[in-house]
């Protein structure tokens, strides 16, 4: 990833109209500007560079390399972290160079994926890093011209002093200025001069993804590497016996080496170990529950019924309220397991030498590799160094560390570097899902349809809390009570893109709809009236939300999706609050020969500042078709610890033909800008059960939607209009 | 284990696998070749996507016996510095998320625009459905094949 572009990174298309009216692309990776400028590898502009900080390194020659710290699985944290840390140098963009950064816990804090919680925890320091870099090459440049750094400008990379008519570039003040001792403090720019940030920046690995570069971690090989595919044993199971004889005969398998509750074919090459794998006979007997989903269907009614819940959240007076209540309506939704299914699946090259461990791969938490990695072999986690590569995405997936482990494991009892591979197979079986939860809500209403008392009460397979007890509709209801139950499942489960909001904000916004229903109301202003209410007198203690934001995008969504106005198009509301993020939808539906298809989704964002527009359009269309395909087609089923869906043909993701119009909007309300990884996907599922309710009077409370029983007669789609 | 003499990006390599062996681990494991990718194994996802003649063919599914003389051109060979139309619209649109998956769409993306220099939007929907992303930038997909049509 390093010896990639050359001096121009942005220039590399020019769109022009030809005289045939089409488009032609002028197109150049490299500068189109300079073509006679030496071009160096990052490398070379690395080896002369100097360190201004973690983040920041400057070549005389004027070129700027940005660390990138946090893993990049699709996110466009690799592009718009730097855009931040160049925006405050001044820097000019065409004279940079993205390198991603190894795990550091020196140089950096949080060097983790997840949460969408990179931007909003690094925004002031990578606008700091660039700024006290600004700051000392105007110092130095000041010293070298003999003038006031008052009176000196940067612009794109160049110094200049207008009085003297002097100008140079950042290279020509590096080695003064690496004299100089940076700022504490520094004065950050006004967001009105920003001139990177806001503006659609290019994927600075383009190039590389585009021509078929090595930059994953299943990309990565080496001389003498040996290759590992892992037999895992079902949920609840262990190892009985083992027969790897079969397995032993097949050409390019060098061993077969047993454990944990794993059975390892070590070759030298994959295909060899995908035959094998197969040939291995293992026996296998309970260690502890194995679980099928039709015991999960009993577990979930008996807990919900009896279970001895956690209470999260408790306002008011609960019973009296329901006593009193003009009218009381109720309804349980509930969610399957789900696998995170990057494209690319689970990898990860180890070699342990010795109380020494080199590690590459894509991970989520490099920290947390390499401190179970410490664990395993006792060794201290300063001996363990990790390199991340890309990552064909996570979900969640890589934030364990359960497949790196495995990988120091095969390492160690072979003696050598190994990178151990998940089929597909291996990934949906594998483990850590998303857990399975059902859901009870109570809604009491007065008189004239006001929603006095509410009430949540989840349980969920291995799900922590199942519930967001501080997020809307609390604050807006005198009479709360929110209780969590949570199984301990022998089945493994993880955070899952928006963990338990990925679920649950489907469940609220849904039951939101039926309550609204019943009270009478428009759902759009069902949702503003509570709003007002926890603006204007909250309820109970701390609330995660802020009213007002939620209010401006709920008002903007149904401006921008025409709510209500035209008949023929039958509409559902969504809107969710989460990783600091407000994003509200409108699932537009129309009925064609009887079936309700979905035509378009309006989502409209209060995410603070956009950064990169491009990466923010990727984060909020990519997360909805994620919601809406998850929502319609996923479903993990287990048959004794086993999942039954086991590769893509039974385990169903959303394709191009199934994805409708998406219309993106985003509300600025001047705050600093929050991730954007996670929050457009919970509202989707709502949004689109709802107009579905509309559209046919059927009311969704489950997923997967295509699979209920409710809704056999008739045919769901989703598909462009 | 049996010598195959195999036509890939315009040169001859000569390997030594098994007949079984899916050109997709030929191409990875054998000829350092990364970019053609593995996702699902078995035909499904579109990632491991080559042309064989030109052809959209699934590598993981394609036994390196049945390659024969054909041509086979990947990621890596589709251009000479990542000029292809397609690969240009690619980045003019800046497609990818993860971009693990784009590979295959390219690849997918420039042998339909070969037989089909003219699209309509419904067309490239037709064509494209044979590859997942499951990053969903399905939109985006569209968006530069219809861009790469109308370039030259
Ligand atoms: S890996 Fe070949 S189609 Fe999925
Ligand atoms: S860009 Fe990630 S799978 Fe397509």
């Known amino acids: 990833m390093s010896t990639l572009t050359k001096a121009s990174r942005r220039d590399f298309l020019k769109i022009a109209s030809t005289t045939a009216g089409g488009l032609f692309i002028g197109f150049n990776w490299f500068s189109c500007d300079s073509p006679k400028v030496e071009v160096l590898s990052t490398e070379e502009i690395l080896s002369q560079a100097k360190s201004f900080n973690s983040y920041l390194s400057i070549s005389p020659t004027g070129d700027v390399v940005i660390y990138s710290p946090n893993p990049e699985l699709g996110q466009n944290i690799k592009t718009s972290f730097p855009m931040v840390v160049a925006e405050e140098l001044e820097a000019d963009w065409e004279k940079v160079r993205v390198v991603q950064a190894n795990l550091d816990p020196a140089k950096y804090d949080r060097q983790l994926t997840g949460g969408s919680g990179a931007m909003p925890h690094s925004w002031e320091r990578l606008r700091k890093a660039g700024a006290t870099a600004k700051f000392v090459l105007v110092a130095a440049a000041a010293k070298t011209w003999n003038v006031p750094a008052s009176e000196i400008k940067v612009e794109k990379g160049i110094i200049s002093h207008e009085g003297t008519g002097k100008k140079g570039h950042f290279g020509e003040f590096v080695a003064e200025a690496s004299t100089m001792t940076a700022p504490e403090e520094v004065t950050l720019k006004d967001k009105k001069d920003f001139k990177i940030i806001g503006t659609p920046v290019k994927n600075v690995d383009s190039k590389e993804m585009y021509t078929g570069q090595p930059m994953y971690g299943l990309d990565f090989y080496r001389e003498g590497m040996l290759h590992a595919m892992i037999q895992r044993a079902p949920f609840g199971m262990k190892i009985k016996s083992v027969d790897d004889s079969a397995a032993r005969g097949v050409t390019g398998v060098k061993d077969v080496i047993t454990f944990g509750t794993s059975v390892a074919v070590v070759g030298t090459s994959t295909w060899p170990l995908l035959k094998a794998k197969k040939l291995i006979r293992v026996e296998y007997e309970p260690e502890g529950a194995v679980e099928s989903s039709a015991d999960h269907d009993r577990i979930f009614k008996e807990l919900l019924a009896t279970g001895k819940a956690e209470i999260k959240r408790e306002n008011g007076d609960v019973a009296s309220a329901f006593k009193n209540a003009a009218q009381v309506v109720s309804a349980e939704y509930q969610c399957p397991f789900l696998a995170h299914s990057p494209m690319e699946p689970e990898n990860f090259f180890a070699h342990v030498k010795g109380d020494k461990v080199e590690l590459i791969g894509p991970t989520q938490t490099p920290d947390r590799a390499r401190q179970e990695t410490a664990t395993l072999l006792g060794i201290p986690p300063e001996n363990v160094t990790v390199e991340i590569t890309r990552l064909g995405g996570g979900f969640g997936r890589r934030l364990r560390a359960d497949y790196v482990v495995e990988a120091v494991e095969v390492s160690r009892a072979m003696n050598a570097p190994v990178k151990v591979t998940w089929s597909r197979e291996d990934e949906l079986t594998g483990g850590a899902y998303r857990p399975a939860v059902r859901y009870r809500f109570e809604a009491a209403l007065d008189a004239t349809g006001n929603m006095v008392g509410y009430k949540l009460r989840g349980v969920g397979m291995n799900a922590g809390n199942c519930t967001r007890e501080n997020n809307f509709p609390a604050g807006a209801v005198e009479n709360v009570l929110i209780e969590s139950i949570e199984h301990k499942s022998t089945i493994t489960t993880n955070a899952w893109r928006a963990p338990i909001t990925n679920f649950l904000a489907y469940a609220e916004q849904s039951f939101m709809d039926e309550v609204a229903l019943a009270a009478k109301k428009d759902p759009v202003q069902f949702r503003l009236e509570l709003l007002q209410k926890a603006k204007t007198s909250p309820v109970g203690g701390e609330l995660g939300y802020d009213a007002d934001r939620m209010i401006g995008v709920v008002k903007t969504a149904a401006e921008k999706s025409n709510w209500g106005k035209n008949p023929d198009v039958k509409q559902g509301f969504s809107v969710y609050f989460s990783h600091r993020s407000y994003v509200a939808q409108v699932a537009d539906i129309a009925m064609e020969g009887g079936s309700p298809v979905l035509k378009k989704v309006t989502a409209v964002t209060d995410c603070g500042m956009v950064v990169n527009p491009t990466g923010a359009n990727h984060q909020v269309r990519g997360g909805i078709v994620d919601g809406m395909g998850h929502a319609m087609y996923g479903n993990l089923t287990f048959e004794n610890g086993v999942p039954k869906q086991k590769n893509f043909d039974s385990y169903r993701l959303i394709r191009m033909k199934e994805v409708p119009e998406i219309d993106v909007h985003y509300v600025d309300s001047g705050f600093d800008p929050t991730g954007l990884g996670e929050p457009a996907l919970p509202p989707t599922g709502g949004a689109i059960a709802n107009a579905i309710f509309s559209a046919t009077g059927r009311r969704l409370r489950s997923q997967p939607f295509i699979e209920q029983k409710e809704f056999s007669d008739i045919k769901l789609e989703i598909r462009r209009g | ?152």
């Not at chain 2, 649109?93 to 220099?117: H, K, P, R, T, W």
């Open chain 2, 1 to 152: 284990m049996a010598n195959f003499n195999l036509k890939i990006n315009g040169k001859t390599h000569t390997v030594d696998v098994e007949d079984d062996t899916p050109l997709l681990w030929v191409l990875r494991d054998h000829l350092g070749l990364v970019g053609t990718k593995f996702s699902c194994g078995i035909a499904q996802c579109g990632a491991c996507t080559v042309h064989l003649n030109g052809n959209s063919t699934f590598s993981c599914v394609t036994p390196v016996s049945s390659v024969g003389n054909a041509e086979v051109t990947t990621i890596e060979g589709l251009s000479e510095d990542g000029n292809h139309p397609v690969q240009k619209a690619w980045a003019e649109v800046d497609v990818a998320q993860c971009g693990y998956c784009q590979a295959g769409q390219i690849m997918n993306a420039a042998a339909f625009l070969n037989e089909n220099s003219n699209p309509t939007m419904e067309e490239i929907d037709n064509a494209m459905n044979r590859n997942i992303c499951r990053c969903g930038t399905y939109h985006k997909i569209r968006e530069a094949v219809a861009l790469a049509a109308k370039t030259k």
